[in-house]
């Protein structure tokens, strides 16, 4: 691992180790995988106009994210099953991320349980909430969140079917017998079903996943928990001042990593219609294709007060758990650090709309 110098490079080791049928899941997006690509190649589109001779011997990467201090605005996405990845899984995640001052989202479909999660030691953990037919078990799951100590409900919105994920159908997907779906142990919905003819979590959702899923639901949301609530997978600005209205405390600006709707824009082309439709009231995240320490400052100086990464951590998981994890953060802490050096900014707010021209602005 002391040779692996970007996040990119993770994912060619975990294809080399991993079986086809794990690497296929994480790696896959929908259909096409036009919106796959595109997540990356568009960053490729946004050029930076550095500042030069501005004192950057001090640099401060530490930002607040609902009340909560972190070292830098570069936090874990919920990815499902970690443990297919490796055996500490979900333990690996949290502990990584703790060591390096950040938040992990805990997915809904984690093959460890939030208290298991928490169990690890101190830090900032948010939960990813799939809501499901049977609301008794959604409301139990964030009551549990809730007393196990995450801060925030990540409700994912943009998944009320599966994508339609190729490599999984073609691979039959499912999860291997020695794991479950931990959140729901005990329950009747830990297992996804033995062999189908299709992508058994697609299954799964089809018969678990509530389709019903509305805006009143958000607003439903806020009566059995506390908790801010984080709208995950809007790209529009329709939708923004719709999660605005519903009572959202902040905004993820996702395409799911591509695996839902293929042919959306990349999320980074998408963010600047959320922020300005935020105006400002709630916060908006980014997530999708952030594998540099330049993508984060392009989402930054977009808008975003901060971002998620997702197939960076199965990856560097599935090569050397715990310590591949805290390595990707670490790049990535570097790497933007360098960039905010280069670019001339002390602090996080000094990261403008001015340090980055785009493809899509008019000539200046
Ligand atoms: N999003 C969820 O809201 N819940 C999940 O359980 C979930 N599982 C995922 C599993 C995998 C293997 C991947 C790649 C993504 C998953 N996502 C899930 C989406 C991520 O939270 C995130 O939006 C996406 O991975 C970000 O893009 P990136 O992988 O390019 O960083």
């Not at 990467?61 to 201090?69: E, H, I, R």
């Not at 499901?132 to 998944?159: C, H, M, P, W, Y």
């Not at 959140?183 to 996804?192: A, Q, V």
């Not at 999708?288 to 971002?307: C, H, I, Y």
Request: charged share 25%; aromatic share 8%; net charge neutral.
């Amino acid at each position: 691992m002391d040779l692996i110098t970007n996040v990119s490079e993770f994912e060619a080791i975990a294809k080399q180790k991993l079986p086809k049928m794990i690497y296929d899941y994480y790696a896959s997006g929908a259909e096409d995988e036009w919106t796959l690509k595109e997540n990356r190649n568009a960053f490729s589109r946004i050029l930076f106009r550095p500042r030069i001779l501005r004192d950057v011997s001090k640099i401060d990467l530490t930002t607040n994210v609902l009340g909560f201090d972190i070292s830098m605005p570069i936090m874990i996405a919920p990815t499902a099953m970690q443990k297919m990845a490796h055996p500490q899984g979900e333990y690996a995640t949290a502990r990584a991320a703790s060591a390096a001052g950040t938040i992990m989202t805990l997915s809904s479909w984690a093959t460890s349980s939030v208290e298991e999660v928490a169990s690890t030691g101190p830090g900032i953990r948010f939960f990813q909430l799939y809501v499901l037919k049977n609301r008794n078990v959604v409301t139990q799951l964030v009551r549990r969140a809730e007393s196990a100590g995450f801060k925030a409900i990540a409700l994912t919105v943009d998944t009320p079917i599966l994508g339609r994920r190729e490599a999984d159908i073609k691979n039959r997907f499912t999860m291997p017998p020695h794991l479950i779906f931990k959140n729901y142990e005990g329950l009747d919905l830990g297992k996804l079903d033995k062999k189908t003819d299709d992508s058994g979590l697609a299954s799964y959702a089809a018969g678990q996943v509530d389709r019903s899923l509305n805006w009143e639901d958000v607003k439903w949301l806020q009566t059995i928990t506390s908790l801010p609530i984080l709208v995950k997978g809007v790209i529009t600005s329709e939708d923004t001042k719709l999660a605005i209205q519903a009572g959202a405390s902040g905004i993820i600006v996702s395409n799911h990593g591509a695996r839902q709707l293929d042919y959306v824009p990349a999320t980074i082309t998408a963010l600047e219609e959320v922020v300005k439709a935020a105006g400002g009231k709630i916060p908006v995240f980014l997530d999708g294709g952030v594998r540099r320490g330049t993508d984060v400052f392009k989402a930054l100086a977009l808008g975003a007060s901060g971002v998620f990464i997702g197939r960076p951590v199965v990856f560097s998981l599935a090569v050397d758990g715990e310590a591949g994890v805290r390595k990707v953060l670490e790049i990535l802490h570097d790497e933007f650090h360098l960039t905010m050096a280069l670019c001339g900014c002390r602090s996080l707010k000094e990261i403008t709309r001015d340090h980055v021209v785009t493809e899509w602005d008019r000539p200046r």
